[in-house]
């Protein structure tokens, strides 16, 4: 059953949500969030499966980030977040939690968009962190715009540079400095393969970085290094109060799954952990689906 805002707890756990109306402007920060989404803050345990790995992610801040970033350190990686200066509020609450854990985080904001700061990027995480193993591209714009007809050329080439070309520059800079046995993990979703028409510009980039992450996972493979995606589902993000869905869907966002419900980004954070980890180390090219249930290749 759907609860209403005041029943709400201060963080959704597992149960179906059905989250009031909302709106901020892009990007969204999770602070501001009704119900502030569950990044596994409390719940999640590592098991030192990522230990002494040193990981970048860029939308690390908030969201399916934010999760991976607890995950990951939880299970023994130092991590450095990358996110926009704007974000900074989300970027500091993600870091109270690991750093009282006695994890050490690094701060690497920027805008992607920013060819002086997405060339440095990754030589700045190696310098933060000592090394790189794993690359996590996760950030990413999505703005619904109901019509091609309103979907300006500005708009469309943003959602590309941020989502996919973005890839290219980190992905390139990173297969010089990922060891053998190193790691990338692209994020896509179910937008790649079923796309929802006012999500035009966004469901494109995402099919581009499915068909990038194979063909990069196959030249890569060849140092020995490992390239995969996730594909999620609909997941309680700020993505999604910032313009990333209508308004009016967001007390219904994601009960059109067969779960009924949308995810939580911790529900996420185990598929990039199981794909970091050397339990992964035959897994090349591989999409995994972390959807509640909605038809997928
Ligand atoms: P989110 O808003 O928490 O994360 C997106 C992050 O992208 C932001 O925190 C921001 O740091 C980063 N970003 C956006 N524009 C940027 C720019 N110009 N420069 C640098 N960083 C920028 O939302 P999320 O849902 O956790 O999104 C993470 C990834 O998951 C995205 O790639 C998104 O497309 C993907 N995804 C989300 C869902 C979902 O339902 N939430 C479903 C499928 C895929
Ligand atoms: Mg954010």
Redo the contacts with the bound molecule.
């Keep these: 059953m759907s609860q209403t805002p005041s029943q709400q707890p201060e963080r959704a756990g597992k149960e179906r949500i059905s989250p009031p109306k909302q709106q901020q402007s892009?990007?969204?920060l999770?602070l501001k969030m009704q119900p502030k989404?569950d990044h596994g803050e409390r719940s999640y345990h590592g098991r030192e499966r990522l230990a002494g790995k040193r990981a970048l992610i860029?939308?690390?801040?908030?969201?399916?980030?934010?999760?991976v970033a607890i995950a990951f350190a939880r299970e023994g990686a130092k991590v450095a977040l990358?996110?926009?200066p704007s974000?900074e509020p989300?970027a500091q609450a993600v870091a109270t939690v690991l750093e009282d854990a006695g994890v050490e985080v690094h701060h690497l904001p920027?805008?992607?968009?920013?060819h002086s700061?997405?060339d440095t990027l990754i030589d700045e995480a190696v310098t933060a962190l000592g090394g790189l193993d794993i690359l996590v591209?996760?950030?990413?714009?999505?703005i619904s715009v109901e019509s091609l007809l309103e979907l300006s050329d500005e708009q469309v080439e943003?959602t590309f540079?941020?989502?996919i070309f973005?890839m290219f520059t980190l992905s390139r800079a990173a297969l010089q400095v990922l060891p053998a046995g190193g790691s990338i993990i692209n994020?896509?979703?179910?937008?790649a393969f079923d796309p929802s028409d006012h999500l035009m510009d966004?469901a494109a980039?995402?099919a581009a970085?499915s068909n990038f992450t194979k063909s990069l996972a196959s030249q890569a493979a060849q140092r020995g290094i490992r390239v995969n995606a996730?594909?999620?589902?609909?997941?309680?993000?700020?993505?999604?109060p910032?313009h990333?869905q209508p308004i009016e869907a967001l007390p219904e966002?994601?009960h059109d799954t067969w779960l009924g419900r949308?995810?939580q980004?911790v529900e996420?954070a185990p598929a990039y952990v199981f794909l970091a980890s050397d339990e992964a180390s035959y897994v090349v090219g591989a999409t995994v689906h972390v959807?509640g249930g909605k038809n997928q290749p």
Aim: proline share 7%.
């Design positions: 892009e990007p969204g999770d989404a860029t939308g690390g801040d908030s969201g399916i980030g934010a999760a990358a996110y926009l974000e989300d920027g805008d992607l968009r920013d700061y997405r591209n996760n950030a990413g714009k999505q943003e540079d941020v989502n973005a994020t896509t979703s179910i937008q966004y980039t995402k970085i996730v594909a999620p589902g609909p997941i309680w993000t700020p993505l999604q910032s990333g966002f994601g949308a995810g980004p996420v959807n």
